[in-house]
């Protein structure tokens, strides 16, 4: 479900889905935004964050080994995923996967950059508006 970073409190306060995607070019409402739903996911008790960053060259059996482990500390997790580009590359199909059947009490947080549309029309990215929540296009309020 596509909303714009105005309807993520609302969005949010009708639970949790398991995984949101938040991207833009603005980074104080996109900040903003991720500790709305890092906020709305401690309240729900998912208090095991682990931060991936994606970058040229990332392996991606470390989120893999993540996903199929058990949490250390608490029962729900937090994987955030922070991926400038917007593209997975190699992990692409993995990333799709998860978005579309997440590990129990798991919620995913996918952090972009504004993207172009080719990225934006990927099959990760497609998946994720189908099954999760989008703040893609977060860009600068005006009239302020």
Same mark, same amino acid.
């Given at each position: 479900m596509r909303s714009r970073v105005e309807e993520l409190p609302a969005a949010l306060s009708r639970g949790l889905k398991n995984s949101y995607w938040v991207s833009g070019d603005e980074p104080l409402l996109v900040a903003e935004a991720c500790d709305a739903i890092r906020a709305r996911a401690r309240a729900e008790q998912y208090l095991d964050r682990q931060v991936f960053f994606? *970058? #040229? %060259?990332?392996?991606?059996? @470390? @989120?893999?080994?993540?996903?199929?482990? @058990?949490?250390?500390?608490?029962e729900r997790r937090m994987f955030e995923l922070r991926?400038?580009?917007? #593209?997975?590359?190699? %992990?692409? &199909?993995?990333?799709? %996967?998860?978005? *579309?059947?997440?590990?129990?009490?798991? =919620?995913?947080? =996918?952090?972009? +950059? #504004? @993207? &172009? #549309?080719?990225?934006?029309?990927? +099959?990760? +990215?497609? +998946?994720? *508006?189908?099954?999760g929540v989008c703040a893609a296009g977060v860009a600068a309020r005006t009239g302020q």
């Open positions: 994606v *970058e #040229k %060259g990332f392996d991606w059996d @470390l @989120l893999r080994g993540a996903a199929q482990s @058990l949490s250390l500390f608490a991926m400038p580009t917007g #593209k997975p590359d190699r %992990g692409a &199909d993995y990333l799709t %996967g998860i978005i *579309e059947n997440p590990p129990p009490d798991t =919620v995913l947080l =996918v952090i972009t +950059a #504004k @993207l &172009d #549309k080719k990225t934006g029309d990927a +099959a990760w +990215a497609r +998946a994720m *508006e189908r099954t």
